[in-house]
């Protein structure tokens, strides 16, 4: 059966008239009529009945009527749920965005998700903080819909590149390097490291610089938290290399943060979706907004995200 046969049914009950009906229809009497008569024969049963006892004939709802008027509002009002929902998420009033942090860029993201909310205040958003590898293990078992990954990453993934910064080598305040203006990596060979959870892809950067430099890097603890691998910087256990936005908010009464060089290492983050993935509105409205907030160069979605 059509809804629009059950609008035509219920329109008719409430107004008690066909031709009142046809009105606020805006179709014909004769439209009317006809799609009643077929709902009628489709359900092989009698839906409404003429009350002749009164002056003004009511028409009257059979039993079978009455489970149909029921039913047929229900119906009615769940299409215009679906309706005013899909405007709703067309128009980004509602719905929600599963994004990937990675932890070490968790405050550098803030001014932007705080941007991003502001202007779009009825979209949840969900933020799962983790390392580079398991933001990409992620998007690929459908978990979260976009990242921010270290570059490069995979063929399978749409990269929009962000942020480039340096690392920096993070040491106790009057470490043997205050005063200094750059340290080479090779410097730094017998010292111990603390280094990254295993999801992190920054551990390889570093693990492919040490290489370049000559030497394989001792380390002494691993920690998914920055702010846990400064603590245990101050305390003497190792040093630590860190990105500059992270280095920025050492404090420098405890730390000394220099340009580590030869070589030197980066911290690039990009953007990243499954290229065979489909973007929902509020995907592809965050990617602008990273677009603005960054003031990188806008991307060019593939056909598979529109």
Known sequence: MELRALRYFVEVVRR??????????????????????????????????RDEGHRKRRLIPTDAGRLVLARAQEMLAGEAAIREGLQSLDELQSGELTIGIPRLGATLFAPAISAFHQQWPGIELKLVESGSHAIEAALRADELEIGFCLAPVADDLYSLPICDYPLRLLAPRNARWENRTQVSLAELANEPFLLYGDTFMLNEVIDRACQQAGFKPTIACRSSQWDLIATLVECGMGIALLPE???????????????????EMRWILVLTWRRAAYLSRAARAWIDSIHQHFDTAPAALPASAQ
Request: charged content about 15%.
């Open 245 to 263: 936005p992270n280095c920025v908010q050492a404090d420098v009464r405890r730390f000394v943060t220099i340009p580590v060089v030869e070589p």
């Open 16 to 49: 008690q008239s066909f031709t009142a009906a046809a009105e606020a229809l805006f179709v014909t009497q004769s439209t009317v009529s006809k799609m009643i008569l077929v709902l009628e024969q489709e359900l092989g049963t009698a839906l409404l009945v």
